[in-house]
């Protein structure tokens, strides 16, 4: 009884007429097509760019691990001893160990990269001062 009235319905369902489309519905169709299409581009695009970024990223990181950063031999000269001998004949009542220092802070000195100076880095401030300092 069921499966009659199934078939049945199934039957009156094929019998009915069929609508055809509007003239616009093949051009809304194929722009919508089109615009899907182009954001998915875009989308390979970007994704393209973050995979170039993350793989620089990591080649730039593996070579910086990889190179060897003693850019100098030593940081004091060839001729340490001398050098620490001279800080001790310029002040004579230096112990050897504060001598070897001041050796190697006037050798660290020397050997400064030169850099751009900051204006106001020099000068201490105040906080009172600062405008947006609530008291």
Not at 1 to 6: I, K
């Given at each position: 009884?069921?499966?009659?009235?199934?078939s049945d319905l199934e039957q009156a369902l094929a019998q009915r007429p069929v609508l055809a489309p509007p003239d616009s519905f093949r051009g809304r169709v194929l722009a919508a097509m089109g615009r899907e299409t182009r954001r998915g581009q875009r989308?390979?695009?970007?994704?393209?760019?973050?995979?170039?970024?993350?793989?620089?990223?990591?080649?730039?990181?593996?070579?910086?691990?990889?190179?060897?950063?003693?850019?100098?031999?030593?940081?004091?000269?060839?001729?340490?001893?001398?050098?620490?001998?001279?800080?001790?004949?310029?002040?004579?009542?230096?112990?050897?160990?504060?001598?070897?220092?001041?050796?190697?802070?006037?050798?660290?000195?020397?050997?400064?990269?030169?850099?751009?100076?900051?204006?106001?880095?020099?000068?201490?401030?105040?906080?009172?001062?600062?405008?947006?300092?609530?008291?």
């Open positions: 009884m069921f499966s009659d009235d199934l989308r390979r695009w970007l994704a393209a760019g973050v995979a170039a970024v993350v793989l620089w990223i990591n080649f730039s990181m593996s070579a910086a691990q990889l190179t060897p950063w003693q850019l100098t031999s030593s940081p004091l000269p060839q001729d340490a001893a001398a050098f620490t001998d001279r800080m001790r004949a310029a002040a004579p009542d230096l112990p050897p160990r504060e001598a070897r220092r001041q050796a190697l802070i006037a050798a660290a000195r020397a050997h400064l990269a030169p850099a751009p100076t900051m204006p106001y880095a020099s000068q201490p401030t105040k906080l009172e001062d600062k405008p947006w300092v609530m008291h």
